[in-house]
């Protein structure tokens, strides 16, 4: 029976992961929280990575956050992100794991990459500044992955969700993304009968967003694919794979379907002075979808469970 490490289990998506390995019922995993386990001390990595010995490690742990968050702390996004990479990749190999599934991020790409965005877009222009530092180490990540395999024959692969939204997000009034920061403050000027929400930006933005059950769904198909499949899919020096929807939606159609199905019925607003950050970011999920799999879940549908899951636990993420 096979060991799986999942870091970053009581993340949005480590804990979607987890809860499908747990439905599959046929592997051990292995979890740590950010108290039992700093992933960003290079010495405790080691010493869990050699008394456990893993035989599969996901690295779903990671610091992340929206344009605000990016924006005010960049170094912690750029150094924090480095170290966890750098250890729980690299302490991996030096305890003997054959397998591990590196979860990144679609901001790798550049600012003004073609859309739809296909891999081989990385790397061929500047990024979007907002988010650069963070960018910047999810590359990083990518290429340790990529350098490993090379080097040592190792089996680390590398997966690239879009925009991912669902239970267990972070809705914090000022450190969270796009579409949960909507849903808390839709359901705030319900609650509070506000007659106006104004969102960031010109709302003209274009945004592709995938629910957390599929991206764990995603993320584990990938990783059970045989090795020759995923090498014969991949380039040895542009071997992650994008995981979306292959679809968007602007932020001012987002806005207006988040205040439906929260039941706001006043004016939506746009402060012009606030970045919008990049202008479009749509996933080319062709290679996936090669592969053999597509996403499932509706974004209407997916929004109605995570406003659910929201109004459950709105006491616990309160922020």
Same mark, same amino acid.
């Given at each position: 029976?096979?060991?799986?490490?999942?870091?970053?289990?009581?993340?949005?998506?480590?804990?979607?992961?987890?809860?499908?390995?747990?439905?599959?019922?046929?592997?051990?995993?292995?979890?740590?929280?950010?108290?039992?386990?700093?992933?960003?001390? @290079?010495?405790?990595?080691?010493?869990?990575? @050699?008394?456990?010995?893993?035989?599969?490690?996901?690295?779903?742990?990671?610091?992340?956050?929206?344009?605000? &968050?990016?924006?005010?702390?960049?170094?912690?996004?750029?150094?924090?992100?480095?170290?966890?990479?750098?250890?729980?990749?690299?302490?991996?190999?030096? &305890?003997? =794991?054959?397998?591990?599934?590196?979860?990144?991020?679609?901001?790798?790409?550049?600012?003004?990459?073609?859309? %739809?965005?296909?891999?081989?877009?990385?790397?061929?222009?500047?990024?979007?500044?907002?988010?650069? %530092?963070?960018?910047?180490?999810?590359?990083?990540?990518?290429?340790?992955?990529?350098?490993?395999?090379?080097?040592?024959?190792?089996?680390?692969?590398? =997966?690239?969700?879009?925009?991912?939204?669902?239970?267990?997000?972070?809705?914090?009034?000022?450190?969270?993304?796009?579409?949960?920061?909507?849903?808390?403050?839709?359901?705030?000027? =319900? @609650?509070?009968?506000?007659?106006?929400?104004?969102?960031?930006?010109?709302?003209?933005?274009?945004?592709?967003?995938?629910?957390?059950?599929?991206?764990?769904?995603?993320?584990?198909?990938?990783?059970?694919? %045989?090795?020759?499949?995923? @090498?014969?899919?991949?380039?040895?020096?542009?071997?992650?794979?994008?995981?979306? #929807?292959?679809?968007?939606?602007?932020?001012?159609?987002?806005?207006?379907?988040?205040?439906?199905?929260?039941?706001?019925?006043?004016?939506?607003?746009?402060? #012009?002075?606030?970045?919008?950050? #990049? %202008?479009?970011?749509?996933?080319?999920?062709?290679?996936?979808?090669?592969?053999?799999?597509?996403?499932?879940?509706?974004?209407?549908?997916?929004?109605?469970? #995570?406003?659910?899951?929201?109004?459950?636990?709105?006491?616990?993420?309160?922020?």
């Amino acid at each position: 029976m096979a060991k799986i490490y999942v870091a970053g289990h009581r993340g949005m998506v480590g804990g979607a992961i987890l809860r499908r390995l747990e439905a599959r019922g046929a592997d051990t995993v292995i979890t740590r929280s950010s108290a039992e386990l700093d992933l960003r001390d @290079q010495a405790a990595v080691r010493a869990f990575m @050699q008394a456990e010995r893993p035989d599969a490690v996901i690295l779903a742990a990671a610091k992340v956050g929206g344009i605000h &968050a990016n924006n005010t702390y960049p170094a912690d996004f750029i150094y924090d992100n480095l170290l966890i990479q750098a250890n729980v990749i690299g302490q991996a190999h030096q &305890a003997g =794991v054959q397998r591990l599934l590196f979860l990144g991020s679609s901001c790798i790409y550049p600012r003004e990459a073609p859309q %739809p965005m296909s891999e081989d877009a990385l790397l061929t222009g500047p990024l979007e500044p907002t988010n650069e %530092p963070y960018a910047i180490a999810k590359i990083a990540g990518i290429k340790l992955c990529e350098s490993f395999n090379r080097q040592h024959g190792r089996d680390y692969r590398s =997966v690239m969700p879009t925009n991912l939204y669902g239970p267990g997000d972070n809705f914090h009034p000022e450190n969270s993304h796009v579409l949960p920061a909507l849903i808390r403050r839709f359901h705030e000027a =319900v @609650q509070q009968g506000a007659e106006e929400v104004t969102i960031w930006g010109t709302g003209t933005p274009k945004r592709e967003f995938l629910y957390v059950d599929d991206m764990a769904e995603a993320s584990l198909f990938v990783m059970d694919l %045989p090795r020759e499949v995923y @090498q014969r899919e991949t380039q040895a020096m542009l071997s992650h794979i994008n995981v979306g #929807t292959g679809s968007d939606i602007s932020i001012a159609e987002l806005a207006g379907l988040v205040a439906q199905i929260t039941g706001f019925q006043g004016r939506i607003g746009f402060d #012009t002075s606030k970045p919008d950050g #990049t %202008p479009r970011k749509l996933m080319d999920v062709s290679r996936l979808g090669a592969m053999g799999w597509i996403s499932r879940k509706a974004l209407t549908e997916g929004l109605r469970e #995570t406003y659910a899951w929201f109004l459950k636990n709105k006491e616990a993420v309160r922020g």
